[in-house]
């Protein structure tokens, strides 16, 4: 069944590690019960870094983190310490991002279907305002005035193709300005008083390949170059977003330097030629900057043999939604059994009153017993943020692994008064 998570005969070695040792993760477990997700700080900032010398080149790169993906002040922190921004796309996400400090230029706001209130809080930070529509500029004079600097995002109206694989199709793609409305638009913000403009444009969804980056950041250096000639103006920065993906599976990590290199060649063909040599690019990547250094603990709570054998797990997939919409696949490791023979079959789920709450079907794992601990790899973005209450099952804690090698915990374990917390009704306690 297409999004069911797959089985693991397929990937019999896999160099996906978990930072820390057995020892150190049962000290862990003592302090703070499964399930738990933990990230890599160390590994993160040192990405980041590696993010920032592969576009070393680019006078003025900079990398927006997308908050949606790992929403955490903790992990912002971390990012805003390496001299990222942020990329929001709500309310409570700009909230987080005043929080940790983000103010001004630090903060790309793209919304889309954007209230008032978010409107109003973006431009109360300074945020560059990345626009997603015509109807939007009068919308955001009435409820907050035009800033000086407007960002608008592109919609290039065409059908992304890779190896003869439709990759994105813009034909029915919900978000930006087709290119005139794009041209009117910065027209018409002229007219209110903008003076400076950035385009934004994603093109990226789980693409690791260079020459990918390449020939889609061509074509958006290509309408970047006809929209200003048209409109009549400089632009101030390209925000290619985010895109570039993590192997779940294989081994195989998107290389970023040479994605970084095959940008900088279409950049010196389109941008170069056009005499733009000095404009900055910006990136919003979100799944690449934390997803292979974040996992997800959990532990066998039974083990059940009827038609197959099941690992009933102390989480259930409520909070670990991933398996059901970026990857069907998630490397595990039994902890402290890795040197064991994966000679059991199992598929893992939760408790959810939903057969499809399944981590892994016919997961091939050494043999598992009650309280034996189970590690998620790859599970650094789109995992906790994509949790939720179903069956009144709570979101699990969120530790970080310190750059020290400390642990602290950046989010408790939700509670049931959390649960309860939003019903008007005098709620029993338990
Ligand atoms: C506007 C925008 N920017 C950035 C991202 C981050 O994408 P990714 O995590 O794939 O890098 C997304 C993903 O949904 C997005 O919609």
Same mark, same amino acid.
């Given at each position: 069944?297409?999004?069911?998570?797959?089985?693991?005969?397929?990937?019999?070695?896999?160099?996906?590690?978990?930072?820390?040792?057995?020892?150190?993760?049962?000290?862990?477990?003592?302090?703070?019960?499964?399930?738990?997700?933990?990230?890599?700080?160390?590994?993160?900032?040192?990405?980041?870094?590696?993010?920032?010398?592969?576009?070393?080149?680019?006078?003025?790169?900079?990398?927006?983190?997308?908050?949606?993906?790992?929403?955490?002040?903790?992990?912002?922190?971390?990012?805003?310490?390496?001299?990222?921004?942020?990329?929001?796309?709500?309310?409570?996400?700009?909230?987080?991002?005043?929080?940790?400090?983000?103010?001004?230029?630090?903060?790309?706001?793209?919304?889309?279907?954007?209230?008032?209130?978010?409107?109003?809080?973006?431009?109360?930070?300074?945020?560059?305002?990345?626009?997603?529509?015509?109807?939007?500029?009068?919308?955001?004079?009435?409820?907050?005035?035009?800033?000086?600097?407007?960002?608008?995002?592109?919609?290039?109206?065409?059908?992304?193709?890779?190896?003869?694989?439709?990759?994105?199709?813009?034909?029915?793609?919900?978000?930006?300005?087709?290119?005139?409305?794009?041209?009117?638009?910065?027209?018409?913000?002229?007219?209110?008083?903008?003076?400076?403009?950035?385009?934004?444009?994603?093109?990226?969804?789980?693409?690791?390949?260079?020459?990918?980056?390449?020939?889609?950041?061509?074509?958006?250096?290509?309408?970047?170059?006809?929209?200003? %000639?048209? @409109? #009549?103006?400089?632009? !101030?920065?390209? $925000?290619?977003?985010?895109? =570039?993906?993590?192997?779940?599976? &294989?081994?195989?990590?998107?290389?970023?330097?040479?994605?970084?290199?095959?940008?900088?060649?279409?950049?010196?063909?389109?941008?170069?030629?056009?005499?733009?040599?000095?404009?900055?690019?910006?990136?919003?990547?979100?799944?690449?900057?934390?997803?292979?250094?974040?996992?997800?603990?959990?532990?066998?709570?039974?083990?059940?043999?009827?038609?197959?054998?099941?690992?009933?797990?102390?989480?259930?997939?409520?909070?670990?939604?991933?398996?059901?919409?970026?990857?069907?696949?998630?490397?595990? %490791?039994? @902890? #402290?059994?890795?040197? !064991?023979?994966? $000679?059991?079959?199992?598929? =893992?789920?939760?408790?959810?009153? &939903?057969?499809?709450?399944?981590?892994?079907?016919?997961?091939?794992?050494?043999?598992?017993?009650?309280?034996?601990?189970?590690?998620?790899?790859?599970?650094?973005?789109?995992?906790?943020?994509?949790?939720?209450?179903?069956?009144?099952?709570?979101?699990?804690?969120?530790?970080?692994?310190?750059?020290?090698?400390?642990?602290?915990?950046?989010?408790?374990?939700?509670?049931?008064?959390?649960?309860?917390?939003?019903?008007?009704?005098?709620?029993?306690?338990?």
């Amino acid at each position: 069944m297409k999004n069911m998570p797959v089985n693991s005969e397929e990937l019999t070695h896999s160099t996906k590690k978990f930072p820390i040792n057995f020892k150190e993760l049962e000290q862990i477990i003592s302090k703070y019960p499964t399930p738990f997700y933990i990230y890599d700080e160390k590994a993160i900032r040192e990405n980041i870094r590696r993010l920032y010398k592969a576009f070393s080149w680019n006078t003025g790169f900079r990398e927006y983190f997308a908050v949606k993906s790992a929403p955490n002040p903790f992990i912002l922190n971390a990012f805003k310490e390496e001299h990222c921004g942020v990329d929001c796309a709500s309310l409570t996400e700009l909230i987080l991002a005043d929080s940790c400090g983000f103010s001004g230029d630090d903060i790309m706001f793209t919304s889309n279907v954007t209230t008032k209130e978010e409107f109003m809080k973006a431009k109360s930070l300074d945020a560059i305002i990345n626009l997603d529509d015509y109807s939007h500029i009068d919308y955001l004079q009435n409820c907050a005035g035009i800033p000086e600097l407007v960002c608008l995002r592109l919609n290039p109206d065409c059908t992304i193709t890779y190896q003869d694989n439709i990759i994105l199709d813009y034909k029915n793609y919900k978000f930006g300005f087709t290119e005139d409305a794009f041209i009117e638009g910065i027209k018409l913000l002229k007219t209110k008083g903008a003076r400076r403009f950035g385009l934004h444009c994603q093109f990226g969804s789980h693409r690791r390949e260079a020459e990918y980056f390449g020939d889609n950041a061509r074509l958006v250096f290509k309408k970047a170059v006809e929209i200003s %000639t048209l @409109a #009549g103006i400089t632009l !101030e920065f390209i $925000n290619l977003a985010g895109g =570039i993906g993590i192997p779940y599976k &294989e081994d195989s990590p998107a290389d970023i330097e040479a994605i970084s290199w095959h940008i900088k060649a279409a950049y010196d063909e389109v941008l170069g030629t056009a005499g733009l040599t000095s404009l900055p690019l910006y990136l919003e990547l979100g799944i690449f900057m934390t997803g292979p250094y974040g996992y997800f603990v959990s532990s066998v709570l039974h083990v059940k043999e009827t038609v197959k054998t099941f690992l009933g797990l102390d989480a259930s997939t409520n909070c670990f939604m991933s398996p059901l919409r970026y990857s069907n696949y998630y490397h595990i %490791t039994a @902890a #402290g059994k890795e040197k !064991e023979e994966p $000679n059991q079959v199992y598929d =893992i789920t939760g408790a959810l009153c &939903e057969n499809r709450d399944k981590f892994a079907i016919d997961y091939h794992l050494p043999r598992m017993k009650p309280g034996d601990v189970l590690i998620f790899h790859d599970a650094g973005a789109y995992t906790y943020a994509h949790s939720h209450n179903f069956n009144g099952k709570l979101r699990p804690a969120e530790l970080l692994l310190c750059t020290d090698g400390s642990v602290k915990q950046i989010r408790r374990a939700e509670s049931t008064a959390d649960y309860f917390a939003t019903l008007d009704y005098p709620i029993k306690s338990r």
